[in-house]
Protein backbone atom coordinates (compact mmCIF):
# COMPACT_ATOMS: atom_id res chain seq x y z
CA UNK A 1 0.00 0.00 0.00
CA UNK A 2 1.14 3.30 -0.85
CA UNK A 3 0.01 6.93 -0.17
CA UNK A 4 0.02 8.88 -3.16
CA UNK A 5 -1.70 12.38 -2.35
CA UNK A 6 -3.16 14.67 -0.11
CA UNK A 7 -6.64 12.79 -0.25
CA UNK A 8 -5.12 9.68 0.32
CA UNK A 9 -3.28 10.45 3.50
CA UNK A 10 -6.36 12.30 5.01
CA UNK A 11 -8.65 9.05 3.99
CA UNK A 12 -5.72 6.57 5.90
CA UNK A 13 -5.56 8.95 8.83
CA UNK A 14 -9.38 8.98 9.21
CA UNK A 15 -8.98 5.06 9.14
CA UNK A 16 -6.68 4.74 12.11
CA UNK A 17 -8.30 3.66 15.25
CA UNK A 18 -6.28 6.91 16.86
CA UNK A 19 -8.90 9.53 14.87
CA UNK A 20 -11.87 10.99 15.96
CA UNK A 21 -13.36 14.57 16.22
CA UNK A 22 -10.48 15.99 18.54
CA UNK A 23 -7.72 14.25 17.12
CA UNK A 24 -9.05 15.59 13.88
CA UNK A 25 -8.93 19.01 15.46
CA UNK A 26 -5.45 18.35 17.01
CA UNK A 27 -4.00 17.40 13.73
CA UNK A 28 -5.60 20.80 11.90
CA UNK A 29 -4.33 22.94 14.68
CA UNK A 30 -0.51 21.26 14.36
CA UNK A 31 -0.58 22.07 10.42
CA UNK A 32 -2.16 25.41 10.97
CA UNK A 33 0.56 26.29 13.48
CA UNK A 34 3.16 24.17 11.66
CA UNK A 35 2.75 27.00 8.27
CA UNK A 36 2.45 29.60 10.38
CA UNK A 37 5.39 29.40 12.09
CA UNK A 38 7.82 28.35 8.85
CA UNK A 39 6.93 31.61 7.87
CA UNK A 40 9.11 32.58 10.77
CA UNK A 41 12.00 29.89 10.68
CA UNK A 42 12.45 27.03 8.13
CA UNK A 43 10.84 24.40 9.89
CA UNK A 44 10.44 21.84 7.23
CA UNK A 45 11.31 22.72 3.49
CA UNK A 46 8.63 25.02 2.04
CA UNK A 47 7.64 22.76 -1.21
CA UNK A 48 6.67 19.84 1.44
CA UNK A 49 4.10 22.22 2.79
CA UNK A 50 2.34 21.88 -0.34
CA UNK A 51 1.58 17.89 0.44
CA UNK A 52 1.50 18.60 4.25
CA UNK A 53 -0.75 15.80 5.49
CA UNK A 54 1.19 12.67 3.72
CA UNK A 55 4.83 13.96 3.93
CA UNK A 56 4.69 15.10 7.78
CA UNK A 57 1.49 13.64 9.34
CA UNK A 58 1.15 10.73 7.71
CA UNK A 59 4.45 10.08 7.42
CA UNK A 60 5.04 10.40 11.16
CA UNK A 61 1.80 8.45 12.17
CA UNK A 62 2.83 5.49 9.60
CA UNK A 63 4.90 4.56 12.87
CA UNK A 64 1.99 3.72 15.15
CA UNK A 65 1.23 0.58 12.85
CA UNK A 66 4.21 -1.57 14.57
CA UNK A 67 3.26 0.04 18.36
CA UNK A 68 -0.04 -1.42 20.36
CA UNK A 69 -1.55 1.24 22.26
CA UNK A 70 -0.35 -0.08 25.53
CA UNK A 71 3.45 -0.55 24.53
CA UNK A 72 3.83 2.62 23.54
CA UNK A 73 4.76 4.84 26.32
CA UNK A 74 7.35 6.27 27.20
CA UNK A 75 8.06 6.88 23.59
CA UNK A 76 12.03 8.60 23.03
CA UNK A 77 11.56 10.63 19.74
CA UNK A 78 15.78 11.82 19.36
CA UNK A 79 16.41 14.70 17.30
CA UNK A 80 12.46 16.03 17.07
CA UNK A 81 13.34 19.04 14.93
CA UNK A 82 10.15 20.20 13.64
CA UNK A 83 7.94 17.83 15.71
CA UNK A 84 8.49 14.82 13.47
CA UNK A 85 6.97 12.13 14.41
CA UNK A 86 7.14 13.43 18.43
CA UNK A 87 3.92 15.90 17.70
CA UNK A 88 2.10 13.73 15.81
CA UNK A 89 2.72 10.99 17.76
CA UNK A 90 1.80 12.48 20.65
CA UNK A 91 -1.31 14.08 18.98
CA UNK A 92 -2.97 11.15 17.99
CA UNK A 93 -2.08 9.04 21.55
CA UNK A 94 -2.21 11.39 24.03
CA UNK A 95 -2.41 9.23 26.74
CA UNK A 96 0.97 7.95 25.54
CA UNK A 97 4.01 10.09 27.45
CA UNK A 98 6.11 11.25 24.59
CA UNK A 99 9.85 12.65 25.17
CA UNK A 100 11.24 15.01 22.01
CA UNK A 101 14.88 15.84 22.65
CA UNK A 102 15.85 18.43 19.96
CA UNK A 103 18.87 21.06 20.91
CA UNK A 104 17.92 23.99 18.85
CA UNK A 105 16.70 26.72 20.99
CA UNK A 106 14.25 28.05 18.40
CA UNK A 107 13.51 24.59 17.54
CA UNK A 108 12.57 23.92 21.38
CA UNK A 109 11.11 27.50 21.76
CA UNK A 110 8.42 25.73 18.53
CA UNK A 111 8.06 22.53 20.21
CA UNK A 112 7.08 23.65 23.72
CA UNK A 113 4.68 25.91 22.16
CA UNK A 114 3.01 23.47 19.88
CA UNK A 115 2.52 21.03 23.21
CA UNK A 116 0.75 23.30 24.95
CA UNK A 117 -1.56 24.83 21.81
CA UNK A 118 -2.23 21.13 20.90
CA UNK A 119 -2.91 20.29 25.12
CA UNK A 120 -0.36 17.49 24.40
CA UNK A 121 -0.05 17.25 28.52
CA UNK A 122 2.09 14.34 28.63
CA UNK A 123 4.45 15.03 25.54
CA UNK A 124 7.61 16.77 27.04
CA UNK A 125 10.45 18.30 25.79
CA UNK A 126 14.38 17.69 26.54
CA UNK A 127 16.07 20.67 25.16
CA UNK A 128 19.17 19.34 25.35
CA UNK A 129 21.81 17.04 23.36
CA UNK A 130 21.12 13.14 23.27
CA UNK A 131 24.51 12.86 25.13
CA UNK A 132 23.43 14.71 28.04
CA UNK A 133 19.78 12.92 28.37
CA UNK A 134 19.52 11.11 31.41
CA UNK A 135 19.58 7.57 30.97
CA UNK A 136 16.33 5.65 31.75
CA UNK A 137 14.37 2.65 29.79
CA UNK A 138 11.97 3.72 26.75
CA UNK A 139 9.15 1.38 25.18
CA UNK A 140 9.71 2.84 22.10
CA UNK A 141 12.87 4.57 20.16
CA UNK A 142 12.37 6.84 17.16
CA UNK A 143 14.44 9.06 15.08
CA UNK A 144 13.76 10.43 12.12
CA UNK A 145 17.08 11.82 9.66
CA UNK A 146 18.37 12.03 13.13
CA UNK A 147 22.11 10.10 12.45
CA UNK A 148 22.87 7.36 10.08
CA UNK A 149 22.19 4.02 12.46
CA UNK A 150 25.27 2.86 13.92
CA UNK A 151 25.82 6.37 15.34
CA UNK A 152 22.44 6.57 16.62
CA UNK A 153 22.83 3.04 18.71
CA UNK A 154 25.99 4.57 19.73
CA UNK A 155 24.01 7.27 21.03
CA UNK A 156 20.98 5.90 22.22
CA UNK A 157 21.18 2.33 22.94
CA UNK A 158 21.33 3.37 26.76
CA UNK A 159 17.96 3.46 26.92
CA UNK A 160 16.59 0.59 25.10
CA UNK A 161 15.80 -2.57 26.58
CA UNK A 162 14.78 -6.23 25.30
CA UNK A 163 11.11 -4.79 25.07
CA UNK A 164 11.83 -1.52 23.33
CA UNK A 165 10.73 -1.13 19.96
CA UNK A 166 12.73 0.42 17.28
CA UNK A 167 11.34 2.34 14.67
CA UNK A 168 13.38 4.29 12.27
CA UNK A 169 12.88 5.98 9.32
CA UNK A 170 16.03 5.84 7.08
CA UNK A 171 14.61 6.86 3.54
CA UNK A 172 16.51 5.18 0.44
CA UNK A 173 19.22 4.47 2.81
CA UNK A 174 17.24 1.79 4.94
CA UNK A 175 18.30 -1.35 3.56
CA UNK A 176 21.66 -0.75 3.51
CA UNK A 177 22.74 0.70 6.66
CA UNK A 178 21.43 -2.11 8.04
CA UNK A 179 23.67 -4.17 5.99
CA UNK A 180 26.43 -2.42 6.88
CA UNK A 181 25.66 -2.59 10.87
CA UNK A 182 28.23 -4.69 12.97
CA UNK A 183 28.60 -4.04 16.10
CA UNK A 184 25.44 -4.79 17.14
CA UNK A 185 23.44 -7.92 17.60
CA UNK A 186 19.92 -6.95 16.72
CA UNK A 187 16.41 -7.90 15.50
CA UNK A 188 15.68 -5.05 12.75
CA UNK A 189 14.51 -5.31 9.33
CA UNK A 190 13.15 -2.83 6.78
CA UNK A 191 9.43 -1.88 5.96
CA UNK A 192 8.37 0.32 3.13
CA UNK A 193 7.00 3.51 4.19
CA UNK A 194 3.15 4.07 3.14
CA UNK A 195 4.42 7.76 1.92
CA UNK A 196 7.57 6.66 -0.43
CA UNK A 197 7.89 3.53 -1.84
CA UNK A 198 11.29 3.95 -2.34
CA UNK A 199 11.81 4.69 1.52
CA UNK A 200 12.35 2.10 4.24
CA UNK A 201 11.92 1.97 7.70
CA UNK A 202 14.02 0.14 10.27
CA UNK A 203 12.23 -1.88 12.78
CA UNK A 204 12.50 -4.20 15.38
CA UNK A 205 14.56 -4.96 18.70
CA UNK A 206 18.37 -4.38 19.72
CA UNK A 207 19.57 -7.05 21.33
CA UNK A 208 23.35 -5.53 22.50
CA UNK A 209 26.98 -5.52 21.60
CA UNK A 210 28.31 -7.86 19.23
CA UNK A 211 30.16 -10.10 21.37
CA UNK A 212 34.12 -11.43 19.45
CA UNK A 213 34.11 -12.75 17.09
CA UNK A 214 30.47 -12.21 15.12
CA UNK A 215 29.87 -9.55 13.18
CA UNK A 216 27.12 -8.55 14.93
CA UNK A 217 24.01 -8.78 12.39
CA UNK A 218 19.83 -9.92 12.77
CA UNK A 219 20.35 -13.13 15.01
Do not use: Y
Not at 11 to 26: I, N, Q, S, V
Not at 81 to 110: H, K, N, Q, T, Y
Amino acid sequence: MTLHNETDARGWLEGLPEWDALTAERLACLVALLRAENARQNLVSAASLEAVWLRHIADSAQLLRHVSRETCSPWLDMGTGAGFPGLVIAALRPDCEVIMVESRARRIEWLDRARQELGLNRARIEGTRLELVPSRPVRVISARAFAPLARLLDLSARFSTADTIWLLPKGRSAPQELRELTRWQHMFHVEQSLTDPEAGIIVGSLIGPASAGTKGNRL
